[in-house]
């Protein structure tokens, strides 16, 4: 398929894209790399007049250490995620998890804050950003504000970014002296997430002391495992017991049903990935 | 691991020659047909009808048709006689044919089906005209369902029929009830063939255009069969087959798929006639996943009755074939061509074989790799596996036990085909050895013992099937429509070079470079300068074009005929020149000598010369070099081989991985050993999607779930282990040059060893099948089932 006509916008800094969007009025779409949105455009699911092009941005661009945390530009492709020094000696979880990511030729293209705006249920880097908490820049007419990730994925390829506003970067913590592991489960090496968990534990003499676990389409959003981060602490970091918080895996999750996994299929690996992605992010 | 073979012996045959076409096929240096633009094209796009069965009830073009850029819209008010395609195997007397309008004009068959085209100056301007058609649909209910299509009351894809069965055939061979009778253990299942899409890189396209001041219209389109679709371009249109040119560039990749006339085709031909300016048409990835043909989809009901011993008695096999909505070019014998096939390789006193062509609401079925064979062998190589279960026997033994032994050939089987050569004896043991075989039943041993959350299983397909298509009298018996014959011209040039004109129709084949090593063999010519044209009737007029494996093993020979008659006139031509009788003289390697005084010579090329230039030639001679050559094949040909697969199934999740796959093929004589090895890696990875990967999903009201490559998953290099094939060579007894067939073996074979080798898996959890795909969630169930008492 080919899409239909759009005026294309070539944005140089954060502020003439917020300009763009303004002038476009509700028609209009920030275009990243283009590798969920050109596919939308192409089987014409949604026809845009204006596409606002920010992946020239240089703030947009680039990978800035905060100290405790870094600030990963909104543009910055997986790619890079997957092969940036410091997010791989600070947030590997998020390094890994890019590396999962479709296909080379789509980690190229496609870019982290593309991943979290796109919000497909299905998507891995979203995952990451909700169990680590991370926080979310976007301009807008109004300035900048900052949402936590518990707020910014609000429903099915819905996020807390307005139609006149930009998604700048993610803000993400380090996470010094913890273990983290991304289990993606699905059947081919493109094919999307039947069920992805993130996990991260902090492992102290023997036990679980701190956890962040967030699991991928099981849910309109990115869903936090709550109940079984507290199960874990204060736990011991053994197979069984993580096997054991594990089966908390399914409170919160409403999966659907499609045509690789039915709703009760999901439920049922969410229980067993969400153990082996403790256990592997707990080094066992 | 590859085989490949360097010859000392100065043949090309048998040499692993790099494909002299691969050049401009990977560097895209070539014409596609989507790359063709001529001045003056219209684009046409259609408009697909967005439900399975409903009656068209008001259709308003009018917007469309005053929407920048647009030519004309049609309808199928426009065309109500026009067909869109057309069956070319109607396989009883009674079969009821559906045919395809090449636009709905009443009512829509398939989610898919043409309701209107538009024809405009950018093909981006046709498509955006049609979302301003208008239609309105009267909904009737979808027949999805096979089994409840066959129903008394069930509602009829076609009304005028009464039913939705399209045919049933049965063939008893021997007696089965006799059979079963004497039988110890009876063994019933039912497989799915799941349906499947096929996937060619290039989609459909097609370019139509009427050539300057004369008649002709010339047709560019990505086809597996331009001689076929010229006459049957001629037969639908009604236009004069001498003004009809049928030209295949460069094809990428077919599968059964472009083995096929389709309704855009025609439309572009007509209105290219009836416009006088050329019309364009590409399909997009979405739109061929709805509109091109589909492949599978059988339910097959399989009986095997055995003593205790071991010995196969007879098989019974009853299967349903869903048509989809229309019959296209070989829609109903598509699963005939698996019927002689059921018995594999395996001595048997009976096989009764029914099948039941069903109408559905669903994208018309035909042709996909292999072709009622992969059927055939998927239901006789799991049943075996199934018997070998009941009896407690180990199944390679069992195969042993019933298979036609080395010395037993030539082997008239139950189906009454005569099996030339086989050795599966050597194909087995090779496989086994390669495979680890012993090691692996240790280890799958272990597994089992320990508990171990992932098991092991392993997973046998030994098959043979019979490809090259076909006596041209067998066809005929069958009620094909057409011939099986293929035709080869050789020129050779005044400079001694070489014009090959075949008409087979390679879509990845090789066949330029193969067909180059035959002929350099047989006159002496070096490849390089051996030109192969094909595809094209205004250069290559006479063929039967490429499927069925048919290419090398019926158009090989035409290829050898051709050649030695090239041969043959060049030695009088030699004889003459060098003035001794032609018994006198010996040629080798293109050159032409006189026995017992090789000084005295000549070659191949000087003769070509002198062949041209006519001044000294014998009396009864007509000048220049070539020879030509129509053969029909004395019969089938039969490949055969062992393919093991090693299966892990993580029973907590269902997920299946594939760990080592052994495919020991026996193709015959080798033209080309590298041609053979990708041949069989790309077929492989075909079947083992079947396997794993792929499946056509509709849901209640005819939709095609699986519409997009998100949903319809086909496997890459990275979801796959690297192969390790070797060769058996048996050679045809039945084919000059030894061949056999090998571009469907692959996925013939595969299918059933990864489905085996997942049950075997799964067998102490008491799962006896798995449906197809394996996917996690289809293994997940069937271990479930099992373990709630019911077998899967």
């Known amino acids: ?284 | 691991m590859t085989s490949t073979v360097e010859r000392t012996d100065g043949a090309a045959i048998g040499r692993s020659d790099r494909r002299k076409e691969d050049g401009r096929l990977l560097t895209g240096r070539t014409n596609w047909t989507d790359n063709i633009q001529l001045p003056g094209t219209l684009h046409m796009a259609t408009l697909r009808s967005s439900v399975a069965h409903a009656r068209i009830t008001r259709i308003d073009t009018s917007a469309a048709a005053a929407a920048e850029g647009v030519f004309a819209v049609y309808t199928g008010a426009d065309f109500p006689d026009l067909l869109g395609t057309t069956c070319v195997w109607p396989v009883t007397d009674d079969i009821k044919t559906a045919t395809m309008p090449a636009i709905c004009s009443d009512k829509v068959s398939f989610a898919g089906d043409v309701v209107a085209i538009v024809l405009a100056t950018e093909k981006y301007l046709a498509v955006d005209a049609l979302d301003l058609i208008d239609v309105d649909y009267e909904p009737l209910p979808a027949v999805v369902d096979m089994e409840k299509a066959l129903e008394a009351g069930s509602t009829n894809v076609h009304e005028d029929f009464g039913t939705n069965q399209c045919f049933t055939m049965n063939v008893p061979w021997g007696d089965y009830a006799a059979a079963k009778a004497k039988a110890d253990v009876v063994v019933t299942r039912r497989f799915i063939n799941q349906r499947l899409i096929p996937s060619p890189m290039e989609p459909r396209s097609v370019v139509a255009a009427p050539m300057g001041m004369s008649d002709e219209i010339t047709i560019w389109t990505s086809t597996q069969i331009p001689h076929v679709l010229r006459v049957l371009l001629a037969l639908l249109t009604g236009i004069n087959e001498n003004n009809l040119r049928v030209v295949a560039p460069d094809v990428g990749g077919g599968f059964g798929a472009k083995l096929q006339i389709n309704r855009e085709e025609v439309l572009s031909v007509v209105l290219a006639k009836k416009l006088g300016r050329p019309i364009k048409w590409t399909e997009g990835r979405s739109e061929h996943m709805v509109s091109t043909h589909h492949g599978r989809d059988q339910i097959q009901d399989i009986e095997i009755a055995a003593t205790s011993d071991g010995t196969i008695l007879g098989l019974k096999v009853d299967l349903k074939a869903d048509m989809g909505a229309y019959l296209q070019i070989i829609t109903p014998g598509t699963p005939l061509l698996g019927m002689f096939m059921y018995s594999g390789i395996y001595k048997m006193d009976a096989l009764d074989f029914t099948c039941t062509g069903v109408y559905t609401n669903k994208t018309p079925t035909d042709a996909y790799r292999g072709a009622g064979r992969p059927e055939a062998t998927y239901a006789i190589e799991r049943i075996v596996d199934e018997l070998a279960h009941e009896l407690g026997m180990e199944p390679l033994e069992l195969r042993k036990k019933n298979w036609i032994k080395h010395e037993e050939f030539p082997y008239t089987q139950i189906a009454g085909l005569t099996y030339d050569t086989g050795n599966y004896e050597a194909a087995t043991a090779r496989a086994v050895e390669l495979f680890g075989y012993d090691e692996l039943r240790a280890e799958q041993a272990a597994r089992r013992a320990s508990g171990d959350k992932v098991q092991l299983g392993i997973g046998i397909s030994t098959f043979t099937e019979m490809c090259g298509l076909a006596p041209s009298r067998t066809l005929g018996a069958l009620k094909y429509a057409a011939g099986g014959w293929e035709h080869c011209t050789i020129r050779v040039t005044p400079t001694g070079k070489v014009e090959l004109v075949t008409g087979t129709s390679p879509h990845g084949q090789g066949h330029e470079t193969a067909w180059s090593q035959i002929a350099s063999d047989i006159i002496g010519i070096p490849v390089e300068d051996i030109e192969v044209v094909h595809g094209d009737t205004g250069r290559a007029p006479y063929g039967m074009d490429t499927y069925g494996s048919r290419s090398l093993a019926v158009g090989g020979q035409a290829i050898k005929a051709a050649g030695e008659r090239v041969v043959e006139k060049a030695r009088l031509m030699a004889a003459h020149q060098l003035e001794v009788s032609p018994d006198d003289i010996e040629f080798s390697h293109g050159t032409f000598s006189v026995k017992g005084d090789p000084e005295k010579s000549t070659t191949i090329q000087a003769v070509a010369w002198a062949a041209f230039t006519a001044h000294n030639i014998p009396d009864d001679m007509e000048p220049m070099l070539a020879g030509e050559s129509t053969v029909d094949p004395q019969d089938f040909s039969y490949p055969h081989g062992t393919h093991l697969a090693a299966m892990e199934v993580d029973t907590e999740t269902g997920m299946v991985t594939l760990r080592k796959y052994v495919a020991v093929d026996d193709c015959g004589v080798q033209v080309n050993p590298m041609i053979v090895e990708g041949q069989v890696h790309g077929g492989l990875a075909q079947g083992i999607a079947q396997a794993m990967f792929e499946g056509a999903l509709y849901d209640a009201d005819g939709n095609l779930l699986t519409a997009s490559m998100g949903e319809y998953l086909l496997p890459s290099a990275s979801d796959l282990p690297s192969f390790i094939t070797d060769r058996t060579v048996t050679p045809s007894t039945t084919h000059p040059l030894g061949t056999k067939g090998i571009g469907e073996a692959g996925t013939i074979a595969s299918t059933p060893a990864i489905i085996n080798g997942v049950v075997d898996a799964l067998r102490p959890l008491g799962v006896n099948d798995v449906f197809m795909p394996a996917s996690p969630q289809n293994v997940w169930r069937a271990i479930q089932t099992a373990q709630n008492g019911g077998a899967a």
């Open chain 1, 1 to 284: 398929m080919i899409p239909s006509a759009f005026d294309y916008v070539k944005a140089a800094t954060v502020d003439e894209a917020v300009a763009a969007l303004a002038e476009a009025g509700e028609d209009a779409k920030v275009l990243g790399g283009g590798q969920s949105l050109l596919p939308v455009l192409r089987l014409r699911l949604n026809a845009p007049t204006v596409l606002v092009d920010v992946s020239g941005i240089d703030e947009m661009r680039s990978v800035a250490d905060e100290g405790g945390s870094l600030l990963i530009g909104a543009a910055v492709t997986t790619y890079e995620v997957m092969n940036d020094a410091g997010i791989k000696a600070s947030v590997p979880l998020l390094a890994q998890t890019a590396g999962l990511v479709a296909d080379p030729a789509i980690r190229h293209r496609g870019t982290f804050g593309g991943s979290c705006t796109h919000a497909d249920p299905a998507g891995d880097l979203p995952t990451v950003a909700r169990a680590l908490d991370a926080e979310f820049v976007i301009a807008g007419p109004g300035g900048r504000r900052t949402v936590g990730a518990s707020d910014f994925f609000v429903d099915y390829f819905t996020t807390a970014v307005g139609p006149d506003e930009v998604l700048v970067g993610v803000r993400v913590p380090k996470l010094d002296g913890w273990g983290a592991h991304y289990e993606k489960f699905h059947r081919t090496a493109q094919a999307w997430a039947i069920v992805g968990v993130a996990a991260a534990v902090k492992v102290e003499g023997g036990s679980i002391t701190g956890a962040r676990i967030a699991l991928t389409n099981v849910g309109p959003t990115p869903v936090r495992a709550s109940s079984v981060e507290a199960a874990l602490v204060g736990g011991p970091a053994t197979v069984e017991a993580i096997t054991a918080a594990a089966q908390n895996a399914a409170d919160g999750t409403s999966p659907t049903s499609d045509t690789h996994a039915a709703a009760d299929f999901r439920t049922h690996l969410a229980k067993v990935l969400t153990g082996r992605a403790v256990a592997k992010a707990a080094g066992l």
